[in-house]
T-cell receptor, first 115, second 111 residues
């Protein structure tokens, strides 16, 4: 149980374009979803926390207009990287939790490369 | 500021060895500590610890929490090459759904 999927697993886009990443909880309803990014050989950095039906809470230093998060249902959250630049190239990982349970289950991640 | 520190950052052992990974934490109103294993993709959940002194075990892996000294250890016995991964420790502060991650310990198990 507790399976989280992400789509796409890998995306290459040109500088200036926008990319949408989906995160789905497949067998449970996620009251909270989290978005992380991870640079090579570094730990996970939390970008934002989203609760279904409400606005995401962004971590300090994360531009909310650049990284748009939508949590429209209890099983789906999306992260849109707008006007992507090469420095946005990273590994983006979502996780999901339910009932304020601190066991976060992670998606497989999305590798974004901006050329 | 909430923080989690893991040690060592990197460890190389031979198959069959036993390893101990360390995690110390300082978080506001600590709720729980979690261990994850990260191979090439996203982390997979190993353990969640909330009570001091109670060992959690799964196969060759075990973990224990010391809330007085603010640390946890993850033990892996009879290591195998498939145990090679980055092991992440994360602490959950009270009143928050967020996790505070350590930088991880990169474990390499050589045949």
């Amino acid at each position: 149980g507790a399976v989280v999927s992400q789509h796409p697993s890998w995306v290459i886009c040109k500088s200036g374009t926008s990319v949408k990443i989906e995160c789905r909880s497949l067998d449970f309803q996620a009251t909270t979803m989290f978005w992380y990014r991870q640079f090579p050989k570094q730990s996970l950095m939390l970008m934002a926390t989203s609760n279904e039906g409400s606005k995401a809470t962004y971590e300090q230093g994360v531009e909310k207009d650049k990284f748009l998060i939508n949590h429209a249902s209890l099983t789906l959250s999306t992260l849109t990287v707008t006007s992507a630049h090469p420095e946005d190239s990273s590994f983006y990982i979502c996780s999901a939790a339910w009932d304020r349970n601190y066991e976060q289950y992670f998606g497989p991640g999305t590798r974004l490369t901006v050329t | 500021e909430d923080k989690v520190v893991q040690s060592p950052l990197s460890l190389v052992v031979h198959e069959g060895d036993t390893v101990t990974l360390n995690c110390s934490y300082e978080v506001t109103n600590f709720r729980s500590l979690l261990w994850y294993k990260q191979e090439k993709k996203a982390p997979t959940f190993l353990f969640m610890l909330t009570s001091s002194g109670i060992e959690k075990k799964s196969g060759r892996l075990s973990s224990i929490l010391d809330k007085k000294e603010l640390f946890s250890i993850l033990n892996i016995t009879a290591t195998q090459t498939g145990d090679s991964a980055i092991y992440l420790c994360a602490a959950a502060p009270g009143g928050s759904e967020k996790l505070v991650f350590g930088k991880g310990t990169k474990l390499t198990v050589n045949p």
